[in-house]
């Protein structure tokens, strides 16, 4: 089994909270880690329908059936439990409830008006770098980004090749058409398609309007069931009381680099390595081990980019403290000067806010004792 990061988190969490929830994409590896962390406690799971039945018809009985409390896999399946679940652990602080599920649609409405104050709400992601360090090492950055980073591919229990479109067929028939009712699920495959050459891209709805044919007010829609499903997240551009025009549209990424390229249709390693969106997919893949990393610390995830009307960009922007870490990503092997010139050219406020200052690129040689940092990806991303 694959050593969790999150593990740590979710035991120190229990220390005050009576419940935890762990929710995250489907197949991260949710319900593997909470069995092996919770191997005394009962196990149950609401897709099972006489589970389900049992739980609709006497949700108390049900919740309150063993003394130290239990496992509840799916649990938006059921959301009226929550409601239940308050008062028995108000009464019972002994007993530990240990929740997962794998969309944020009905249940983190139901968690917010039941549990608060009374759940650690915390997210489990596909692997990142540093949790498979040793493999990944021994990757090329191609294969790392065509494989991506579900645990079932380490684990050798299935190949991108299959993963993949079992995966979207699973996604389309179980959380697109069931949870916002999308009719026609070819012309929303396209939106994910066109969501996927976007990658690394300033989101722009009206132009995915047009070329998907649907309304603004339905990108944004489709847009947000994509981020509660985890299959994309959005970088929100680094703000400031400031004279110097700074951009305000958000940038679009999926948590997955794997799951991109086959949407992108792109097959193995030699296409992926002359495709057009190499470079996109190679900064995807350092921005999402990023966040991915910051959720499975317990930390915030909300990361940001800076952008002017000069030109001069960061490609993200990384809190640390009261302070910022700048990091500009760049997929080439070999290191060029003209990659600091974002640096260089920053708002005065947001230059006194960066403690750290770094290329990150495909390339061995590293320069760390330089204003500017040049480091390799998997030197930075495998650092405890």
Not at 295 to 300: D, F, Q, T
């Amino acid at each position: 089994m694959i050593n969790r990061k999150l593990e740590y988190v979710i035991t120190e969490n229990l220390k005050y909270f009576p419940v935890a929830t762990i929710t995250g994409p489907r197949q991260s590896g949710k319900t593997t880690l909470i069995r092996s962390m919770f191997p005394d406690l009962p196990y149950y799971s609401l897709e099972n329908p006489d589970t389900k039945a049992m739980a609709m018809g006497d949700p108390m009985a049900f919740l309150l059936q063993h003394g130290r409390g239990m496992v509840l896999d799916e649990v938006q399946n059921v959301p009226e439990l929550l409601s239940y679940l308050q008062g028995i652990v108000d009464e019972h602080r002994d007993r530990k409830y240990i929740l997962s599920g794998s969309s944020q649609f009905k249940q983190q409405n139901s968690i917010t008006q039941s549990l608060a104050g009374r759940t650690a709400v915390l997210e489990l992601f596909p692997l990142t770098i540093n949790e498979v360090a040793e493999v990944a090492c021994s990757y090329s950055v191609d294969k790392l980004m065509l494989q991506g980073f579900y645990p079932a591919i380490y684990a050798g229990d299935n190949i991108p090749r299959l993963f993949y479109p079992s995966y979207m067929r699973t996604y389309l028939e179980r959380d697109v058409r069931q949870l916002l009712q999308v009719k026609d699920l070819y012309q929303f495959q396209t939106f994910l398609r066109l969501c996927a050459g976007r990658i690394g891209s300033l989101f722009n709805a009206s132009e995915l309007s047009n070329e998907v044919g649907i309304s603004v007010n339905t990108v944004r829609s489709w847009l947000s069931l994509l981020q509660v499903s985890y299959i994309v997240f959005m970088v929100h551009p680094y703000a400031e009381n400031s004279r110097k025009r700074l951009t305000k549209t958000p940038k679009l990424y999926f948590y997955d680099t794997g799951l991109a390229c086959y949407l992108l249709g792109i097959e193995n390693e030699t296409q992926l390595s002359s495709d057009r969106m190499r470079g996109h997919l190679f900064e995807n893949l350092v921005v999402a081990d990023m966040v991915k990393r910051r959720a499975h610390e317990g930390k915030s995830t909300e990361l940001m980019f800076y952008r002017d009307s000069n030109g001069n960009e960061i490609d993200l922007l990384v809190p640390a403290g009261q302070a910022l870490e700048g990091y500009e990503i760049k997929s080439s092997s070999t290191y060029n000067s003209s990659f600091e010139k974002g640096f260089h050219g920053i708002t005065e406020q947001l230059d006194s806010r960066l403690a750290r200052r770094a290329i990150v690129y495909c390339g061995s040689q590293e320069r760390n004792a330089s204003p500017i940092e040049v480091l390799n990806y998997a030197s930075l991303l495998t650092q405890d």
